[in-house]
């Protein structure tokens, strides 16, 4: 039986504690360098956030899964060098209380919840005479070190990435050498982990994409990385967001492969950037006017577009992709994006939230991101008007339908329903509310 406190009594005055989060490996990991380089007798700690999993509605939920098999699979490295990864059960600050290491090393996290939560222990801490040191590790750069000349920050990709790739430079992409420091790791003996149920969780039955980098796919990637019927995307969304590889050796591949694929990981920079710079949007549209569109917000609509059943192919391929596999490719989120906030003018915050439930990958600032951009009310130069046809990417992206027979075999038939609304109609009634609401 696993106790979700087992394993504090190792810890010591003279005990550094590594706390793992969105980096979930040993290797090139920024804050575990440090705290290995800086201290003996570290212990690497994981926990199980009870503030995050209380607001996980699906039991099944795949991420929790995902994140214990990574676990496991850094338990077994660090059990080979004699130590231990401590998993714990609750919420952090509490955890914390109960705990007097000598330091606390993670990495930085930019997410409101999350810049909330370290200060809140921070002060803690600092009350115990106890460091809480944070390193950047997810992402190459942060916070204000890539900003406008006039020292404001960008809120337009194109000169923002001009400005990134003209400041990276080998430093930034430099892997942090933790090996060379694992012997700072404590010798304690193996700890058990949970299983999904001691946490309130149950298997969700999806297969997670390998932890691999598919070097033919990223030679391809500017040819084939708009037509989901093919393998075009890379499929590490999941490991970025989880940590399970290092971002500097991806950019490290990009720069000698594709430098369209390096855009999509300066998006991820980019998203990460605005959040921080502009939390608001978390709740409301990056361009206020944007707040005052009235949104239709029918709900049989919306389920029918939850469950795929919209009369159109591929809206519906794409959300009986994402049901079933957690994973949908990026071109078809621009097309179900575009057609819930403007077909059925429903508030982007409702399909933000569902892509939160179901998406593998899901990542605050780059969901928040996308959708805000599908909207139209986000950080994006191209006028509200635009308005995705699905039947005229279906011709240009799946011709041949392939990847639409794959989700929706049915389509075609008198078994599939009819379209919910009328392509030409519903882009008319979108342009008019959004006039209606920017003035």
Same mark, same amino acid.
């Given at each position: 039986?696993?106790?979700?406190?087992?394993?504090?009594?190792?810890?010591?005055?003279?005990?550094?504690? !590594?706390?793992?989060?969105?980096?979930?490996?040993?290797?090139?990991?920024?804050?575990?360098?440090?705290?290995?380089?800086?201290?003996?007798?570290?212990? %690497?700690?994981?926990?199980? #956030?009870?503030?995050?999993?209380? &607001?996980?509605?699906?039991?099944?939920?795949?991420?929790?899964?995902?994140?214990?098999?990574?676990?496991?699979?850094?338990?077994?490295?660090?059990?080979?060098?004699?130590?231990?990864?401590?998993?714990? +059960?609750?919420?952090?600050?509490?955890?914390?209380? &109960?705990?007097?290491?000598?330091?606390?090393?993670?990495?930085?996290?930019?997410?409101?919840?999350?810049?909330?939560?370290?200060?809140?222990?921070?002060?803690?801490?600092?009350?115990?005479?106890?460091?809480?040191?944070?390193? &950047?590790?997810?992402?190459? !750069?942060?916070?204000?070190?890539?900003?406008?000349?006039?020292?404001?920050?960008?809120?337009?990709?194109?000169?923002?990435?001009?400005?990134?790739?003209?400041?990276?430079?080998?430093?930034?992409?430099?892997?942090?050498?933790?090996?060379?420091?694992?012997?700072? !790791? &404590?010798?304690?003996?193996?700890?058990?982990?949970?299983?999904?149920?001691?946490?309130?969780?149950?298997?969700?039955?999806?297969?997670?994409?390998?932890?691999?980098?598919?070097?033919?796919?990223?030679?391809?990637?500017?040819?084939?990385?708009?037509?989901?019927?093919?393998?075009?995307?890379?499929?590490?969304?999941?490991?970025?967001?989880? %940590?399970?590889?290092?971002?500097?050796?991806?950019?490290?591949?990009?720069?000698?492969? $594709?430098?369209?694929?390096? $855009?999509?990981?300066?998006?991820?920079?980019?998203?990460?950037?605005?959040?921080? +710079? !502009?939390?608001?949007?978390?709740?409301?549209?990056?361009?206020?006017?944007?707040?005052?569109?009235?949104?239709?917000?029918?709900?049989?609509?919306? =389920?029918?577009? *939850? $469950? %795929? *059943?919209?009369?159109?192919?591929?809206? #519906?391929? /794409?959300?009986?992709?994402? $049901?079933?596999?957690?994973?949908?490719?990026?071109?078809? @989120?621009?097309?179900?994006?575009?057609?819930?906030?403007?077909?059925?003018?429903?508030?982007?915050?409702?399909?933000?939230?569902?892509?939160?439930?179901?998406?593998?990958?899901?990542?605050?600032?780059?969901?928040?991101? /996308?959708?805000?951009?599908?909207?139209?009310?986000? *950080? #994006?130069?191209?006028?509200?008007?635009?308005?995705?046809?699905?039947?005229?990417?279906?011709?240009?992206? #799946?011709?041949?339908? =392939?990847?639409?027979? @794959?989700?929706?075999?049915?389509?075609?038939?008198?078994?599939?329903?009819?379209?919910?609304?009328?392509?030409?109609?519903? @882009?008319? @009634?979108?342009?008019?509310?959004?006039?209606?609401?920017?003035?």
């Amino acid at each position: 039986m696993f106790d979700p406190g087992s394993g504090t009594s190792l810890i010591d005055s003279a005990t550094t504690l !590594f706390w793992f989060r969105r980096d979930l490996r040993l290797q090139d990991n920024a804050g575990l360098y440090h705290a290995l380089k800086h201290h003996t007798h570290v212990i %690497g700690i994981f926990i199980f #956030d009870t503030g995050i999993l209380g &607001k996980l509605e699906d039991k099944a939920d795949a991420r929790v899964e995902f994140i214990l098999q990574s676990l496991t699979y850094l338990q077994q490295q660090l059990v080979e060098l004699g130590s231990s990864l401590l998993v714990l +059960h609750g919420k952090p600050v509490d955890i914390y209380k &109960k705990l007097s290491p000598k330091a606390i090393y993670a990495n930085h996290d930019y997410e409101p919840y999350a810049t909330q939560r370290d200060e809140a222990i921070r002060k803690m801490l600092e009350q115990g005479n106890i460091a809480f040191k944070t390193f &950047k590790d997810q992402v190459i !750069f942060e916070k204000e070190e890539v900003l406008k000349d006039n020292g404001k920050p960008y809120t337009v990709f194109t000169p923002y990435s001009r400005k990134w790739k003209a400041l990276l430079n080998p430093f930034y992409m430099k892997s942090y050498p933790t090996e060379k420091y694992f012997s700072s !790791f &404590k010798k304690i003996k193996p700890a058990a982990l949970p299983a999904l149920h001691d946490i309130g969780f149950r298997p969700s039955g999806i297969s997670f994409p390998g932890r691999v980098i598919k070097q033919t796919v990223i030679d391809r990637y500017d040819k084939q990385r708009n037509f989901p019927a093919v393998e075009g995307t890379t499929k590490l969304g999941v490991h970025l967001r989880f %940590g399970t590889v290092s971002i500097r050796r991806l950019v490290q591949v990009a720069l000698k492969k $594709n430098e369209v694929w390096l $855009n999509e990981l300066i998006w991820r920079d980019f998203y990460q950037m605005i959040l921080w +710079h !502009f939390p608001h949007v978390e709740t409301k549209a990056f361009k206020p006017a944007y707040d005052n569109i009235e949104w239709r917000n029918h709900a049989d609509e919306f =389920n029918a577009w *939850c $469950n %795929g *059943c919209t009369g159109y192919p591929v809206v #519906d391929a /794409g959300m009986r992709e994402l $049901n079933t596999t957690g994973f949908m490719h990026n071109r078809v @989120r621009m097309i179900v994006a575009s057609f819930l906030t403007k077909h059925l003018l429903i508030d982007w915050r409702w399909g933000e939230a569902y892509f939160a439930q179901k998406l593998l990958d899901f990542d605050l600032a780059a969901n928040n991101g /996308g959708w805000q951009w599908a909207a139209g009310s986000g *950080c #994006d130069a191209a006028p509200y008007f635009r308005v995705f046809n699905p039947e005229l990417q279906t011709e240009k992206f #799946d011709p041949e339908r =392939n990847y639409i027979k @794959r989700w929706v075999p049915e389509a075609g038939t008198h078994a599939y329903p009819k379209p919910i609304v009328e392509h030409r109609f519903a @882009r008319n @009634r979108a342009l008019k509310a959004y006039k209606a609401a920017l003035g």
